[in-house]
């Protein structure tokens, strides 16, 4: 017994001494794998929004042009 638990010892480092580490499988690079962050489509759904102001005030802008052409 008391033999036993050194060898197993020196078994288990000597099993684990010898080997490289595995090799740890490399992410892609940065610029072709986005990684989306939770406001990402916040923000996308903000620019849309922000896009769709803007046409509707271009409208409003040119139906008000066209309604004081007709009154002059």
């Not at 288990?12 to 001494?17: E, I, K, M, R, T």
Request: one cysteine or more; hydrophobic letters at 40%.
């Amino acid at each position: 017994m008391k033999i036993l638990l050194p060898l197993l010892c020196l078994s288990a480092l000597s099993a684990c001494s010898g080997k490289p580490p595995e090799p740890v499988a490399q992410p892609a690079s940065a610029a072709s794998s986005h990684v989306a962050a939770p406001w990402d489509a916040m923000k996308a759904d903000e620019q849309r929004a922000k896009d769709v102001q803007k046409i509707v005030n271009k409208q409003a802008a040119d139906q008000e042009k066209q309604v004081e052409a007709q009154t002059q």
